[in-house]
C-alpha cells in the first residue's frame, strides 16, 4: 500500500473492527482491502504497537479491535501505519541545479507545509468514534443492518 492511501484503508479496516465484536485475519483484510496478507501484517503491527489492535494466532485467532474509539484520532493513526507525507507537491529534487526549479520547489514546500500543519491539525481533532456515528446515520438512512452495511472495497 502507498503511504498516501495507508490512512484511508487502515480507518477503513479499523471501523469494521470496531463494529463488529469479531477478529479479523489478515487474509480477511487483505481481501477487503485488495492487498497481500503479508502488507497487511505488516501495517497492522504499526496498529498493535500503537495499542489499537491485538493479534492472535491460530484458530479463531486474527486481529481485533480492543481500544476505545473515542481516544483514537485519524492522526494517531496516521502515524501508527507509518504514513510519512501528508502532501507531496514539488520535484523531489532536494538540490536542483535550475534556479527557475529552485525557486518553484521553495514556494511549493512553503505553501505545502502550512497546508499539511492545517491537515495535522484536522485528523488530531477527529476520531474513529467520530467517523462510526457518522457511518451509523448512513446506516439508518438507506436502511442497513447497523452491523452489515454493504461492503463496496
Not at 15 to 22: G, I, K
Not at 37 to 51: F, I, K, S, Y
Not at 68 to 97: E, F
Not at 133 to 149: M, N, P, S, V, Y
Amino acid at each position: 500500500m502507498r503511504g498516501d492511501s495507508r490512512l484511508s484503508r487502515m480507518l477503513h479496516v479499523l471501523l469494521h473492527m470496531a463494529r463488529h465484536n469479531t477478529p479479523f485475519t489478515s487474509e480477511q483484510i487483505a481481501k477487503m482491502l485488495g492487498t497481500n496478507p503479508v502488507v497487511v501484517r505488516r501495517t497492522m503491527a504499526g496498529l498493535r504497537e500503537a495499542g489499537f489492535v491485538s493479534s492472535e494466532r491460530g484458530r479463531g485467532g486474527g486481529w481485533s479491535f480492543v481500544s476505545d474509539p473515542t481516544t483514537i484520532t485519524l492522526l494517531d493513526v496516521h502515524r501508527s501505519v507509518g504514513a510519512t507525507d501528508v502532501i507531496a507537491l514539488g520535484s523531489g529534487d532536494s538540490d536542483p541545479a535550475c534556479g527557475v526549479e529552485r525557486v518553484v520547489n521553495h514556494a511549493l514546500a512553503e505553501a505545502t507545509g502550512e497546508a499539511e500543519a492545517i491537515l495535522l491539525r484536522r485528523l488530531g481533532e477527529v476520531t474513529l468514534a467520530e467517523l462510526s456515528t457518522q457511518l451509523d446515520a448512513i446506516c439508518k438512512a438507506e436502511g442497513w443492518d447497523d452491523q452489515h452495511a454493504p461492503h463496496q472495497g
